[in-house]
């Protein structure tokens, strides 16, 4: 490739390269990641006044937050507040619900398992089998140390 070409697709590539606006899209984020996190945490404390201890609030915030996400990802709402809000939509528990649910319901047409089934934790699998090893490696480690008495 000669200079003229290369300039010539870098201008192409500056062309339709869509500009961003860095500060609008960290303001966004920011804006719908805590909106997600005022959520939970009214569920939270709404859960604490109706007596519950703080282990029980906890699990039905994260429970109810879980459940909403699915629901808008079912409905194809999710993604609309992603396009919005960029990764401040992807706040841990409700982005991991989102990568569940979204290839269950992208391949629902090619049946219960080889759609469903087979695709369901294609994004969310791999998360789950380091996280699982490394809990176990780590788990193990604790175990030895706690043996030989060094912890």
């Known amino acids: 490739m000669n200079e003229m070409q290369k300039q010539q697709y870098n201008d192409y590539v500056e062309q339709v390269t869509p500009k961003t606006n860095l500060p609008l ?28 201890d703080k282990d029980t609030a906890g699990s039905w915030c994260s429970m109810l937050l879980v459940l909403t996400s699915v ?39 090619e049946g219960q398992v080889f759609g469903i089934g087979c695709k369901i934790f294609t994004i969310a699998g791999p998360v789950i089998l380091y996280g699982i090893v490394t809990s176990w490696v780590l788990g193990l480690l604790y175990w030895l140390l706690k043996m030989f008495g060094i912890m």
């Open 25 to 52: 899209n960290m303001a966004k984020a920011f804006v719908t990641g805590g909106a997600i996190c005022v959520i939970g945490q009214f569920i939270l404390n709404f859960c604490l006044a109706q007596g519950m």
């Open 71 to 109: 629901i808008l990802t079912g409905f194809n709402l999710f993604s609309k507040i992603v396009d919005f809000g960029g990764a401040g939509a992807l706040v841990p528990i409700t982005g991991f619900a989102n990568s569940v649910a979204a290839p269950a319901v992208e391949y629902k047409t």
